[in-house]
């Protein structure tokens, strides 16, 4: 088992360059199935959810060859509408194969999603979509079975803004017959980048970005190439890292609008920021102030910047609130900073934090990806060593988390746990 060690690193300076979106990366790279010649997907990153793809690509029989960044995928070989429960199950956006392959062969058998687990997650509105589209959803054991004689185009209306649930719609009605409006759509850059490479490959679909979108479908769709959007998460958190002790960081390769509540945030409690077309520059210099978060779908504040935006607020002076709406359960980051001295009280989706103590070393484990990097900005600025095992959640959403903090000063390194260094219950603070 691996674990990543954090020292104490003081100010950090430097430039990193931002990966594509794994989010995007992973709707994109189901969205290709839909295609009926080859298509090169460019910006695509290194990380186990990629891995886990290639993998399904290979059981469905789609040619998928990945060299650096760019996936050149033949979906024109595809036999194959069945995605193993086992794998589906090991990242969350498998679902949208369900949207994909409905679309192209009328019928797919796809385990439950996986993915970080806040509790909650449901999938009514992607089960709605399918229904709604025409299709028949069955359930067993561990997978569904969804199936439709023809799909047809609909007016659909979202419960809530759910990113995920809009994507899978444009994915699953890109090829029915006739006209498909989504309402109360989300507005994430996800959806706007799925939106963009479908049309590339000839898809008619208008409105993605607003809550409207309007899907004109298509029998056939051509290949292409497309190059993903940026990681707003990855280009957030290393703006947070700056903050954390001092210093300055730039981001480089990113869309500075897609950051836009973030780093509102980030000058509210006292950071400087400065963004040009495509980077951003974060630094600080005096002390934080606290400050009141509410996390929302897009553009508001993401529930995915809410973890490493806690690890800044602990550096903050004063009481601050985070409260996620989104996921009102997304807190298991707080027991483990509370290991390290933090103090933090949760009363139902809210974490009060009184931040300006002084943070101490010792072993936490990361539950999921973003609590992995709330943990490792927290750890910069511990007094002692800090030592994060959970590593595997924390790689399904970075290429090389080491390395690229590394890059800007930070004293991080990854080592393999072996026995005599095991963190035993009562013993050490560690669950
Ligand atoms: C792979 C991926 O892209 N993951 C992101 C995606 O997850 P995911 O696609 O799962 O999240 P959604 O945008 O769908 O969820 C938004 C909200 O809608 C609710 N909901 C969603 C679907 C549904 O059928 N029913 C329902 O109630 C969810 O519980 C949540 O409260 O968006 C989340 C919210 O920005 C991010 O935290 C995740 O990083
Ligand atoms: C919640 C996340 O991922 P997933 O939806 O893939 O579990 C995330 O990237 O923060």
Known sequence: MKYIQVENSGPLHGTVHIPGAKNSSLALLAAACLADDVVTLKGIPHIEDVSIIAGISRDIGMAFKQEGGTVVIDPRTVHSAVIDPGKSSKYRASYYYAGALLSKFGKVTIGFPGGDDFVSRPIDQHIKVFKALGAKVYTFEDYYIIEAAELRG????????????????????????????????????????????????????????????????????????????????????????????????????????????????????????????????????????????????????????????????????????????????????????????????????????????????????????????????????????????????????YEDVVGSFQSIGARLSMHELNAQEMPVRGHTNYI
């Not at 809410?306 to 607020?313: D, G």
Request: with cysteine; proline share 4%.
């Open 154 to 397: 609909a007016d659909i209306y979202f419960d809530m803004l759910t990113s995920g649930a809009t994507i899978n719609a444009m994915l699953a009605a890109v090829r029915a017959k006739g006209r498909t409006i989504l309402h109360n759509a989300a507005l994430d850059p996800e959806v706007v980048d799925t939106a963009a490479f479908l049309n590339r490959i000839g898809a008619r679909i208008y409105g993605a970005g607003t809550e409207r979108i309007r899907i004109e479908g298509v029998p056939y769709l051509n290949g292409g190439s497309h190059t993903v959007i940026p990681d707003r998460l990855i280009a957030g958190a290393f703006l947070m890292a700056a903050g954390i002790q001092g210093g300055q960081v730039t981001v480089m390769d990113v869309i500075p609008e897609h950051l836009g509540s973030c780093l509102s945030k980030m000058e509210e409690i006292g950071m400087d920021v400065e963004c040009g077309d495509a980077h951003i520059t974060a630094c600080r210099s005096g002390q934080l102030k606290a400050t009141r978060i509410r996390t929302g779908m897009f553009p508001g504040f993401a529930t995915d910047l809410q973890q490493p935006m806690t690890a800044l607020l602990l550096q903050a002076q004063g009481k601050s609130i985070v409260t996620d709406r989104v996921y009102p359960k997304r807190f298991a980051h707080v027991p483990q900073l509370r290991r390290l001295g933090a103090e933090i009280e949760l009363r139902r989706e809210c974490a009060f934090i009184r931040g300006g103590l002084p943070l101490q070393g010792g072993w936490v484990h990361a539950t999921d990806v973003r609590a992995g990097t709330c943990l490792l900005l927290a750890g910069l600025a511990a007094e002692g060593t800090v030592r994060i095992t959970g590593v595997d959640h924390i790689e399904r959403g």
